[in-house]
């Protein structure tokens, strides 16, 4: 059985504008146990109220993707890059040697609610840069389908780390299965509904860490959407 990171353990921060759940270490959280998994070192989910959001702030030397779930984030970055990432989107930035970005809830009415997501890439100093594209959410369903790669999937955002990303969104009754090749690790986090692995429910919030242990089975009890990370 996989190492078990429940929804109700990750650390939390909580503001006037920001609601926000940290799978891994992140902040004012700090647990030595969860400071990241191979390549993956943020998962946080994020809930931001209309109007409010990070304003311009600094990154380097990280992968950053981020999926909205509801609502829509507008994001404007030193590159002079200014877009709005919906549902059914996904954004990847890569901060390299530094980049200056800001993400703001673009209504003035309806909560934002996001998942962003820092992967370490395989090596420094990359040159920043910016992807957004749509999720192709009719080869999602029922099926494990990649949304982001280093290995240069074909319909996939670029991450500059043997990493690859994969979304699911699955119908009541539906199984899917994946096969890690040896060697590899891999994190799955349950975005809605809910699911069993080996007999075990999880829900939404709920995170599962693989380790060099071969292979995945989902089934969904409900509709429910998931996330998994094939890791070096």
Request: hydrophobic share 35%; glycine share 12%.
């Amino acid at each position: 059985m996989p190492l078990i990171h429940d929804r109700n353990s990750r650390g939390h921060t909580k503001t006037g504008w920001l609601d926000s759940f940290h799978t891994f270490s992140m902040g004012g959280f700090y647990d030595p146990k969860r400071v990241q998994h191979r390549a993956l070192r943020v998962l946080n989910e994020d809930r931001v109220i209309p109007g409010a959001g990070f304003g311009k702030h600094d990154h380097q030397e990280m992968d950053i993707v981020t999926l909205v779930l509801s609502g829509a984030l507008r994001h404007e970055d030193s590159l002079g890059n200014g877009s709005v990432i919906h549902p059914g989107e996904i954004q990847s930035m890569t901060a390299g040697t530094g980049i200056t970005h800001s993400e703001m809830n673009a209504s003035e009415s309806e909560q934002v609610h996001f998942y962003q997501i820092w992967i370490i890439p395989d090596e420094t100093g990359l040159s920043p840069s910016y992807q957004q594209r749509p999720i192709d959410l009719i080869a999602t369903k029922n099926t494990l389908h990649p949304i982001a790669c280093g290995r240069g999937s074909d319909g996939t955002v670029k991450l500059h780390s043997d990493t690859t990303l994969l979304m699911a969104g699955l119908t009541d009754g539906a199984s899917v299965h994946y096969q890690f090749e040896p060697g590899r690790a891999g994190f799955l986090q349950v975005v809605s509904g809910l699911i069993s692995i080996d007999g075990n429910q999880f829900k939404a919030g709920d995170g599962l860490q693989f380790e060099s242990t071969g292979h995945c089975s989902v089934d969904a009890e409900e509709d429910a959407t998931v996330l998994l990370f094939d890791l070096k």
